[in-house]
């Protein structure tokens, strides 16, 4: 088990879209924690070319995160939303695909790597056995007692419990507008309620940024804590310069389906404020809204951009993945010895 020779408990979270460098991913795995790289929104050649970059920097392990692919949404349940962005934005066409799925599963199986995870969704059993087959280890994201049960029906190695203190999108099986009114379990509450449900490594993620947070989940049953935003202001990171100064602050964050159909959590501006009835409809709305985002992006404005961020981003730090890495793990000991004493 991975876990288990992982000289420091600490996973990188597959942040798509740009933040998730082979650079990143290797420097987490050379500091003793391990790289994920994601591998979400990416072409198969494109995807195949970051795994042998990251290769090349590391000889340590690492892991590759696919998006699981869901339903495709009626056009009619988003073309309203579409229309009222046209009126002030360019916008793109919305469009529905599988994210590569299948093509980027056969080049893992082809080319493997220690860790394959999956979010948004589960493996079959099949695609389990595949990965097994070529010597993979197969994690899956999971937000829920009944996400969790089915991923450890299909042979699951590790799941990924995420709370809903995470930044970026919810891992959610399905998501839909009913899922708004649900009140989205926090971390402590999802680990303890995992723990007794299933007998499987648990690696905690969601509004992790210290040491006293990593030792937190570990004390609760995790195995690892899997941090993202605390990573994003790290020099390696491929965040654009909207978001990484975005970072830090004293604003808030919010769930939102504004910029992409899908529920994610963001540093609170005003497009997800005029925006709270966005339907569900990824990734349908994802592409819609990429031409817009990429204006505000160049604009430097922080107004129309997704700064995908979790509850904690104002302690997010300044330093290179590796000394985060290291003062991540020597603050963790330092917490759960104090924690022990009293």
Not at 55 to 82: E, M, Q, W
């Amino acid at each position: 088990m991975i876990l288990d020779e992982l000289p420091t408990p600490i996973v990188l979270a597959p942040m798509a879209g740009g933040p998730s460098t082979p650079e990143l991913t290797a420097a987490v795995s050379e500091a003793g924690g391990l790289g994920m790289l994601a591998a979400g929104y990416l072409g198969i050649e494109e995807t195949a070319a970051r795994i042998e970059k990251t290769r090349a920097l590391t000889g340590k392990p690492f892991g590759v995160n696919l998006f699981a692919p869901g339903a495709p949404t009626p056009p009619a349940d988003y073309a309203g939303y579409v229309d009222t962005l046209a009126a002030g934005h360019e916008v793109g066409e919305p469009r529905y695909d599988g994210d590569a799925w299948d093509a980027k599963l056969d080049l893992l199986v082809a080319a493997p790597v220690p860790v394959v995870s999956c979010t948004f969704g589960c493996f079959s059993a099949e695609e389990v056995a595949r990965l097994h087959a070529a010597g993979s280890q197969a994690w899956v994201t999971v937000t829920s007692v009944a996400e969790a049960r089915a991923a450890a029906a299909v042979g699951a190695d590790v799941l990924i419990a995420q709370g809903a203190e995470a930044g970026g999108h919810r891992a959610t099986f399905v998501d839909r507008a009913a899922d708004d009114v649900t009140d989205p379990l926090g971390l402590l509450a999802l680990l303890q309620l995992l723990t007794a449900a299933v007998d499987l490594p648990l690696v905690a993620t969601g509004g992790i940024t210290t040491g006293a947070g990593v030792a937190a989940v570990l004390a609760a049953g995790a195995r690892a804590a899997q941090l993202g935003t605390v990573f994003l202001r790290c020099p390696e990171a491929g965040t654009n310069p909207v978001h990484r100064g975005a970072l830090g602050s004293a604003e808030p964050t919010m769930l939102t389906r504004a910029f992409t159909g899908r529920r994610a959590r963001g540093i609170r501006n005003r497009f997800q404020l005029e925006h709270t009835d966005a339907p569900a409809a990824y990734p349908e709305i994802h592409y819609a809204t990429a031409p817009l985002r990429a204006a505000a992006r160049a604009a430097g404005n922080t107004d129309e951009v997704n700064l995908w961020a979790g509850q904690t981003h104002a302690l997010t730090p300044e330093l290179p993945a590796g000394d985060l890495v290291a003062r991540l793990g020597s603050e963790a000991k330092i917490a759960l010895t104090k924690a022990l004493s009293r």
